[in-house]
């Protein structure tokens, strides 16, 4: 598995990885309209605005992280998704994408990481508490944070 810079060439297998994993495995009536930043990635995320990693194995992606800079030291994570047969201890696909993600916002100058994630990502929850972030509540996100309408559960770590 390679973790790499997002381009165009996987753009459609981003977009079936990510409404997989929401729509199928965990059932959240979302749509690609909902998420207008997987239709243009490149503008989103692009330069100074953020970044977005992709894990390849074989040419196929299985799994894919953003971050959007925030006002001033913050940055956001967004969609970090895994293919559900690259998950877990032995495949470290989540962590290999949340390690690139940090170094590559530590190197931008990003002090805090937030997120927000659903309820029903139980996994999720143990994943980012594991690696050092703590729940927040909604009131103390930055003020520039886009608050997802998915969204209930919101969580910070310091770099």
């Not at 243009?40 to 970044?51: D, L, P, Q, S, V």
């Not at 916002?105 to 994943?127: E, M, P, V, W």
Request: include cysteine; charge should be negative.
């Amino acid at each position: 598995m390679r973790i790499e810079k997002y381009t165009e060439r996987y753009r459609e297998a981003i977009i079936h990885l990510i409404l997989k994993v929401q729509r199928d495995e965990f059932g959240i009536p979302i749509t690609i309209d909902e998420q207008p930043d997987l239709k243009e990635i490149e503008t989103f995320y692009a330069n100074e605005k953020g970044g977005f990693f992709i894990a390849v194995e074989d040419e196929k992606v299985i799994g894919t992280i953003g971050t959007w800079f925030l006002d001033g030291e913050n940055a956001a994570i967004r969609k970090l998704f895994t293919d559900g047969n690259y998950r877990g201890k032995e495949y470290q696909t989540g962590q290999k994408l949340l390690d690139r993600l940090e170094a590559f916002c530590s190197q931008n100058g990003k002090k805090a990481i937030y997120l927000g994630t659903t309820d029903k990502f139980k996994a999720a929850h143990r994943f980012y508490e594991k690696n050092g972030y703590d729940e927040i509540s909604k009131n103390d996100l930055p003020h520039d944070f886009d608050i997802m309408a998915v969204d209930s559960k919101f969580y910070r770590k310091m770099l």
